[in-house]
């Protein structure tokens, strides 16, 4: 079974730094690509990076370009979000996710139960 | 950006109704298109790849289709389960878009 644990999440304050992770297990880590999906309290669902599974590609959401970083540790199962330059409006709960090998066609089809990040002085 | 339009953004409906939410693609998406169940607290689930592909273990009273850059989730007969948030999102280009959502309430 599929398993995707978020881990990282906490208080900070605007300005601030954060680092999410996600361990993956049940899975060859290293043949996914991988997403951070985010979601802030009581709103939708907005996609937030991706990573190849050999790291060669990278995209982000404008919204988070230039301030978050996401990268990869195949030998650890391991996927990471660096947070930089914390706004509140980046308050939101974290998911990582899964492309199936089918690729992008196949939906997110394996999601962690998530991560709160809350930005506030 | 691929901007997607969802409707409706609420629907109530009883046990039993057939009900459809639509999603409108502002360019043409191929069929990267893929729907989500979301029950409060919990992470999405993925129900329909590939616009009208069912996933394992989801009941065959959900469906999806495709018109042009128009999308449908159908569910057939609702069950007491089935009442949560429901998005659609694209996949064929980046940033990769969701719909707003359409929040599925009892009647």
């Known amino acids: 079974e599929v398993q995707l644990v978020e881990s990282g999440g906490g208080l900070v304050k605007p300005g601030g730094s954060l680092r999410l992770s996600c361990a993956a297990s049940?899975?060859?880590?290293?043949?996914?690509?991988m997403n951070w999906v985010r979601q802030a309290p009581g709103k939708g669902l907005e996609w937030v990076s991706y990573i190849s599974s050999a790291s060669n590609y990278i995209y982000y959401a404008d919204s988070v370009k230039g301030r978050f970083t996401i990268s990869r540790d195949n030998s650890k199962n391991s996927l990471y979000l660096q947070m930089n330059s914390l706004r509140a409006e980046d308050t939101a709960v974290y998911y990582c996710?899964?492309?199936?090998?089918?690729?992008?066609?196949?939906?997110?089809?394996?999601w962690g139960q998530g991560t709160l990040v809350t930005v506030s002085s | 950006d691929i901007h997607l339009t969802q409707s409706p953004s609420f629907l109530s409906a009883s046990i039993g109704d057939r009900v459809t939410i639509t999603c409108r693609a502002s360019?043409?998406?191929?069929?990267?298109l893929a729907w989500y169940q979301q029950k409060p607290g919990k992470a999405p689930r993925l129900l329909i790849s590939?616009?009208?592909t069912l996933q394992v273990g989801v009941p065959s009273r959900f469906s999806g289709s495709r018109s042009g850059t128009e999308f449908t989730l159908t569910i057939g007969s609702l069950r007491p389960e089935d009442f949560a948030t429901y998005y659609c999102?694209?996949?064929?280009?980046?940033?990769?878009?969701f719909g707003q959502g359409t929040k599925l309430e009892i009647k």
């Open positions: 999102q694209q996949l064929n280009n980046f940033p990769y878009t």
């Open positions: 049940g899975l060859t880590f290293s043949r996914y690509d």
């Open positions: 360019q043409v998406i191929s069929n990267y």
């Open positions: 996710t899964r492309l199936p090998l089918t690729g992008p066609i196949g939906g997110l089809d394996s």
């Open positions: 590939a616009a009208s």
